[in-house]
């Protein structure tokens, strides 16, 4: 398992399990899960298919979100992030993030869109980790509109979140 030291300062959560069709931990992604809006030629910018189980006791609802701490950044990139899943989803179809989800809220990333950014790790950078978490929240609604940006919904989470469930993967442009 990789590092996690996103959400290392965070309080420790239980975790429980996160599941793709499209995602295999620490694995390349496909060109779907690619940015073909930030460059990657053949990229899709496809949300992979998700599932989770396990979710603690008291799960009201859900954020998930998929986060780059590779990125030349001081603050990493956000590639996706959407509060406020109903508690009774625990699965998402390749390609979700394009849909809407009653009830959800969906944040700006930091490609600019409400949706999902596909990998673009700058040509030899090395492979960047594409962090996919789902929050089990004690809450049905985190007090957070669309305008909130990832980083606000995350720290709403260290008072609501609940347990987490992880699942990794990468991507590397050569140069």
């Not at 979700?96 to 869109?113: P, Q, Y």
């Not at 960047?128 to 919904?153: G, M, N, Q, W």
């Amino acid at each position: 398992m990789l590092d996690r030291e996103p959400y290392a300062g965070l309080p420790q959560l239980p975790e429980f399990t996160l599941t793709s069709d499209d995602v295999a931990e620490n694995q390349p992604l496909a060109l779907d899960q690619a940015s073909g809006a930030m460059g990657i030629e053949g990229g899709k910018d496809i949300a992979p298919h998700l599932s989770w189980s396990g979710a603690p006791e008291g799960t009201k609802s859900y954020v998930v979100t998929c986060f780059d701490p590779d990125a030349p950044t001081p603050s990493g990139f956000w590639h996706l992030c959407v509060s406020n899943i109903p508690a009774d989803v625990t699965e998402l179809p390749n390609g979700w993030a394009s849909r809407a989800i009653d009830g959800a809220v969906k944040h700006l990333n930091d490609g600019g869109n409400r949706e999902f950014t596909g990998a673009a790790p700058p040509p030899g950078h090395g492979a960047h980790r594409y962090i996919f978490c789902v929050t089990a929240v004690d809450t049905e609604k985190l007090d957070v509109d669309e305008s909130a940006s990832p980083a606000v919904v995350n720290f709403n989470l260290f008072f609501h979140g609940i347990g987490r469930a992880f699942l990794t993967g990468t991507y590397e442009v050569t140069a």
